[in-house]
């Protein structure tokens, strides 16, 4: 079981459709999580971190995070072809400092 | 501002050279990072450094891979004797603490 899980895609939303990422971590002690965003043959960019149970908003990205579950999930409202990309799900437990990514969730917004 | 800055942004390298890859962090940011990046997956830790100390080398693949910070700011990814399977992107990440990591552009290298 990896560590960190994505499902790879694609998944394909129409533009102004609300846009569900999902990601499930393995440790337990997992402290901090992350979304990034990533074009392709491009570096990943950080879109949104959380780091306790909830939702987080940050303009049309909300983060949310069910530790009890550990699951991980990043919604997009209002989607634009510009959000079609790759995004990756990573976790930091706080003891290693490293992160621990998914694979990928790849988006294609279509018009 | 300045972010994360790499170089080369792509290597080719014939089977068997020894490659370095350098990475310039952001300005007083403690802690940079370095990943491994194969085509359709997430990046995979190789090592850590806080300042000048390598606090975590465990991801590193093989002892043909080296990694250094000597004064805590710029660090040089080394592979020695490349191979086929080190053919990939390379990316820094730095830190100002141990948290939110903001990445460089990468190094593709391909090795042939």
């Known amino acids: 079981q990896k560590e960190v899980e994505q499902n790879s895609g694609p998944l394909s939303v129409p533009e102004g459709a609300i846009a569900s990422l999902n990601c499930t971590y393995s440790?337990?002690?997992?402290?901090?999580f992350f979304w990034y965003r990533q074009y392709s043959g491009k570096s990943p960019e950080l879109i949104m971190s959380i780091y306790s149970n909830g939702d987080k908003e940050d303009g049309r990205f909300t983060a949310q995070l069910n530790k009890a579950s550990q699951y991980v999930s990043l919604l997009i409202r209002d989607s634009q072809p510009s959000d079609s990309a790759t995004y990756l799900c990573a976790v930091n437990t706080g003891t290693a400092s490293k992160l621990t990514f998914g694979t990928g969730t790849r988006l294609q917004v279509t018009l | 501002g300045a972010g994360v800055s790499q170089s080369p942004r792509y290597k080719v390298a014939k089977r068997g050279q020894d490659v370095a890859l350098r990475c310039d962090p952001i300005s007083g940011h403690v802690s940079l990072f370095w990943y491994q990046q194969a085509l359709g997956q997430g990046p995979e830790f190789l090592t850590y450094?806080?300042?000048?100390?390598?606090?975590?080398k465990s991801g590193l693949p093989s002892d043909r891979f080296f990694a250094e910070r000597p004064e805590g700011s710029v660090s040089t990814l080394k592979i020695q004797r490349t191979q086929q399977e080190d053919s990939a992107v390379y990316l820094c990440?730095?830190?100002?603490?141990?948290?939110?990591?903001?990445f460089g552009p990468g190094t593709r290298l391909t090795v042939l």
């Open positions: 450094f806080q300042n000048e100390a390598q606090l975590d």
């Open positions: 990440a730095s830190s100002y603490s141990t948290d939110t990591q903001y």
């Open positions: 440790d337990r002690v997992s402290q901090s």
